[in-house]
């Protein structure tokens, strides 16, 4: 009965990675997947109206659409088409799939597997000691939450995780929910995402967000891209840099690997990206190692200001710190900077080079600057070198982390945050008259150590795939099996159904390209993108299942089980008219006031931000702060490698859709590591060789371990080794998370490389080549940092 079976790592093909990105295989490829999974009618009711100004939004990723006037009617990428086939697909999870598949059965497959069964169209409940799950009717699914929750010693024992899909008013409605039932325990996605960004950006200019337009891209002269891989991840950018490109601008990219989209893009929305060569994207190419983007930005700094290449009129005026920064660059050692980051000297000096000819600069980057210890401080310093360059605030420059999901940016703006400012804590006092605690929520690391200590008990995911998204998944599986109450609002199948609370509830939800109707008339729901732009978004096809319910309604009905009309809060009304939600949020949430009428018009509005509209800077000093920060390098003991955690051309997060990461040559198999051929020889391996990797996180003093990945060959910098997320999750420690932000440092994790079968064994240190007695490795085997 199952639509695909799991996955059959034997069958694994390594070919030679492919220079360029998109193209007619890239066209070629939605197509198929496209019509596999929705059938004719549906693959041009949805494609036709993706990020369409009268459309849904793109599923996918948070890259801004153009303008209205300048959209294509194919106005998406290979990804985005793959992203709406795998939501609108014509498969089903039923009751009788359900009746069929025990839970046990179910967590036999693999994820791949899970996802392929389509999408949920009951709600469900798994009772405590089931084994399988059955169907429950809506309202008493809502009271078995609502009697779980009013029964709680204190409403700190729930936490309430978001996946960055949802929508403005649903954000905004469960976390009103969330704190209306007395806590601030709202983790999300993000905390595993751009925390680190948030965090560095509002100490250095205030606002969490970044600075950047689409226009500026266009028009920018010089734009480095560090740490991110568009061609796989956010393939519209490709285009934008084209552009960009074909204006005159630079383009320097920061990364271990030579990711296809930046060598070469073959735009396939025009002629010549289709039969032509394409676009050489990237001038310069940085081969950084793993975590020296510090090191590289430091020494791009001490360059800058040896040269006297700065914006001293802008840092007279709005910048604060300048000289401590400026001795502190100055004192940076080349040796360390070129030891750290993998590069020599003249390569930092060529990138310097390119940025002291440009007057407009833009820094984008992604998950590898914001999945590391000193994320935060890597951030600062490209912060930093923006600031005394004067690139903010000005057209085609500024600050640009690229987000991920498509609505997380929006989530945080509509107040999906552990630790939200007071000024919004006070605005919801003011418009819903209770008084929403105070105290910080916990994080998604805190939700876990909190779960596993048995603190929580109570979890919901508002979408999102919990238990493969965080780190340390056996520790999370762990944490989530001792609660008492799991609820899951998902579309598809995943993991976290199957590692779960005594009772466990899936919800099932509308997606986005659904159309959405109440009694009240046709709905649509609001998002933000990468670049603060807000619109609409409506839905296209009809709902999966006449018993799913879109976010909003199963909010409105879990709230009402739970507190009722304590607080005279409207819930029913608002599930019935958004417009009741964005009056709401019109005076609750800073910058969207008129927000009703805003959203509505073609292509949206965009939110305030003080540097890029005034060069104003809403720090304690009232400037831009400049921080010099130590100069970490990651230490690797003898035989270890630094392990990246990243994603292929075929996935969505947690999950996957199918097994080709075309650009880098795999196909066919997600069980690999990638690392260079000396790092290979050098370990007593050969290439293809099967191996466990292991790492050992000295503060619980335990050994984490994947099992069974191909070594491929690879172009990496020597030490930085890469593999897919999320199979190895298991390795990156809970405890292991960026100073400032806690998000787990999944783009650094030390590990060494054992013959298959060994990693399990209770002696794996001593049959590795070149690593000390087992004494040793209690100092010598986890990442620590030199200042
Ligand atoms: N198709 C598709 N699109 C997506 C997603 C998806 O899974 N699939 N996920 C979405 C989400 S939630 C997010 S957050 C984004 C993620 O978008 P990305 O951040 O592009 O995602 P990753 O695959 O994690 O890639 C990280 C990149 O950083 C590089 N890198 C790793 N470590 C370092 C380092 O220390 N220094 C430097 N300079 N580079 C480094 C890697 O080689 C890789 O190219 O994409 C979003 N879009
Ligand atoms: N090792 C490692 N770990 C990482 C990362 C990494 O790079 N390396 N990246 C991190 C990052 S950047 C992120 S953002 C997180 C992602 O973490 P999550 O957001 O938790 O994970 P996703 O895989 O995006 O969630 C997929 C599930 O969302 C549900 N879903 C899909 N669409 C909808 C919808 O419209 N509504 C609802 N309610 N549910 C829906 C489906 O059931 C699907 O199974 O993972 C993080 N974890
Ligand atoms: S770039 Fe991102 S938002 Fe745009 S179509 Fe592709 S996946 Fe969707
Ligand atoms: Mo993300």
Redesign the pocket.
């Known amino acids: 009965m199952s639509k695909a079976k799991d996955i059959d790592e034997d069958q694994l093909e390594v070919h030679a990675p492919k220079r360029a990105a998109a193209g007619v295989t890239g066209v070629r490829v939605a197509m198929q997947r496209s019509l596999s999974l929705m059938g004719p009618t549906r693959t041009a009711r949805t494609l036709l109206k993706l990020n369409q100004t009268d459309g849904f939004d793109c599923?996918s990723c948070a890259w801004p659409d153009p303008d209205p006037e300048n959209r294509h009617a194919a106005e998406f990428c290979e990804n985005g088409a793959k992203a709406v086939a795998d939501?609108a697909t014509t498969d089903r999870v039923t009751p009788a799939f359900f009746a069929r598949h025990s839970i046990e059965e179910m967590a036999a497959h693999d994820d791949y597997w899970l996802?392929m069964q389509g999408r949920i169209t009951h709600p469900m409940v798994k009772r405590p000691g089931g084994t399988h799950y059955e169907p429950i009717d809506w309202d008493d699914a809502y009271a078995l939450i609502g009697e779980h929750l009013r029964t709680r010693e204190s409403p700190d024992q729930a936490t309430f995780y978001t996946?960055?899909?949802?929508s403005n008013e649903a954000a905004f409605m469960y976390q009103l929910f969330t704190r209306a039932y007395g806590t601030n325990n709202l983790p999300d996605?993000s905390n595993?995402?751009h925390e680190s960004s948030g965090t560095a950006l509002t100490e250095a200019i205030g606002i969490g967000k970044g600075s950047v337009s689409l226009r500026d891209i266009y028009d920018a002269k010089c734009i480095v891209i560090a740490g991110q891989n568009p061609g796989t991840n956010h393939p519209r950018m490709l285009s934008a840099l084209e552009i960009a490109k074909r204006r005159g601008a630079k383009i320097i990219s920061v990364n271990p690997l030579r990711e296809a989209g930046l060598v070469n893009f073959r735009n396939p929305q025009v002629p010549r990206g289709v039969v032509g060569k394409g676009t050489e994207i990237a001038d310069l190419h940085l081969p950084i190692r793993l975590n020296g983007d510090l090191a590289l930005f430091q020494g791009i700094g001490r360059l800058l200001v040896e040269w006297d290449a700065l914006d001293h009129e802008f840092i007279d005026k709005h910048v604060d710190g300048f000289d401590s920064w400026r001795e502190h660059v100055l004192a940076a050692d080349w040796d360390e900077i070129e030891g750290a980051s993998g590069l020599t000297r003249d390569q930092i000096a060529e990138a310097a080079e390119i940025i002291r000819e440009s007057d407009a600069t833009i820094y984008c980057w992604a998950?590898g600057l914001t999945?590391h210890r000193n994320a935060v401080a890597s951030i600062r310093e490209i912060c930093n070198v923006a600031l005394v360059r004067g690139d903010i605030g000005k057209r085609g420059a500024g600050l640009c982390p690229v987000r991920?999901?498509s609505n997380?940016q929006g989530d945080r703006t509509m107040g999906i945050w552990e630790r939200v400012p007071e000024h919004f804590l006070d605005s919801l006092q003011a418009e819903f008259g209770f008084d929403p605690p105070r105290e910080h929520g916990l994080d998604t690391v805190d939700s876990i150590r909190g779960m596993r200590d048995g603190k929580i008990t109570f979890f919901m995911g508002?979408?999102?795939?919990?238990v493969?998204?965080?780190?340390d998944t056996e520790v999370t599986a762990d944490a989530l099996a001792t609660t008492e109450m799991t609820v899951q609002?998902?579309?598809?199948l995943?993991r976290s159904h199957l590692e779960c609370g005594d009772t466990a509830l899936i919800l099932p939800?509308m997606?986005?390209t659904e159309h959405n109707a109440t009694s009240a008339g046709e709905q649509f729901i609001t998002v933000e993108d990468s670049m603060s732009a807000v619109h609409a978004s409506r839905g296209v096809i009809p709902p999966v299942s006449e018993h799913v319910r879109s976010?909003i309604a199963i909010i409105a009905g879990i709230a009402e089980a739970t507190i009722g009309d304590r607080h005279g809060i409207r819930w029913a009304d608002m599930a019935e008219d958004y417009n009741i939600i964005r009056h709401h949020i019109s005076r609750v949430v800073p910058g969207c006031e008129e927000y009703t009428h805003n959203v509505d018009r073609p292509g949206g509005f965009v939110l305030p931000h003080a540097p890029r509209d005034t060069r104003t800077f809403e720090t304690s000093s009232g400037k831009a702060e400049l921080i010099a920060s130590p100069l970490e390098v990651l230490q690797v003991p003898e035989g270890h490698l630094v392990l990246q955690?990243?994603?292929s051309h075929d996935q969505?997060?947690?999950?996957i859709y199918g097994l080709s990461d075309r650009y880098r040559g795999i196909e066919d198999g997600r069980r690999v590591v990638f690392m260079h051929p000396d790092d290979i020889a050098a370990q007593g391996f050969k290439d293809r060789d099967m191996v466990d990797l292991v790492t050992r996180w000295d503060d619980d003093d335990v050994d984490r371990v994947a099992e069974k990945f191909r070594i491929v060959s690879y172009e990496t910098p020597r030490g930085s080794a890469a593999a897919y997320?999320?199979e190895?999750?298991s390795l990156?420690p809970l405890d292991s998370t960026a100073t400032g932000s806690n998000q787990?440092t999944?783009k650094s994790v030390i590990v060494r490389a054992v013959p298959a079968g060994q990693g399990r064994s209770d002696d794996t240190g001593g049959s590795q080549e070149g690593v000390g007695s087992d004494d040793s490795h209690k100092t010598d085997r986890q990442p620590h940092h030199l200042s």
């Open positions: 599923v939501e996802n996946s960055g899909r949802a996605c595993m995402c998950m999945q991920g999901h997380v508002l979408g999102g795939n919990f493969k998204a965080a780190p609002v998902s579309t598809k995943n939800t997606g986005r976010e955690t990243l994603r969505f997060n947690t999950t997320y999320p190895t999750n990156v787990p999944s």
